[in-house]
């Protein structure tokens, strides 16, 4: 079975600012959440803070369910590349950095 490969650059074109989606990754894995915001129940917020970015982090802090776990797989839509695939604490500082800088460069298009 293969799996669609999306740069982390893609992903952030899906910020939920936009009819592009709404997308996130978790543990190197890109989902598509767009359906589920209004269902989410942390509230949307949450959701959108992370939207287009990494939420690895705060979905662990959170500590979900198995069922939430369960649930997440239904909106897969496949992984990052390779090379942007990075251990937790690089992850973390490429996302702060791309904060400050990265929306200057970037160009989404549909």
């Known amino acids: 079975m293969s799996h669609t490969v999306y740069t982390i650059e893609e992903v952030a074109c899906h910020n939920g600012k936009s009819d592009t989606g709404l997308w996130i990754v978790i543990k190197d894995i890109v989902y598509d959440v767009t359906e589920y915001i209004h269902e989410h129940p942390g509230g949307e917020e949450l959701l ?8 690895t982090s705060a979905f662990n802090d959170f500590g979900h369910s198995s069922d939430a776990i369960a649930h997440l797989k239904l909106y897969k839509i496949g992984q990052l590349a390779e ?23 970037r160009s989404c298009s549909t």
């Open 48 to 55: 959108l803070e992370y939207a287009g970015r990494d939420a």
């Open 83 to 105: 090379g942007d695939k990075r251990s937790k604490e690089i992850r973390e500082r490429k996302r702060k950095s791309r904060r400050i800088f990265f929306p200057l460069f």
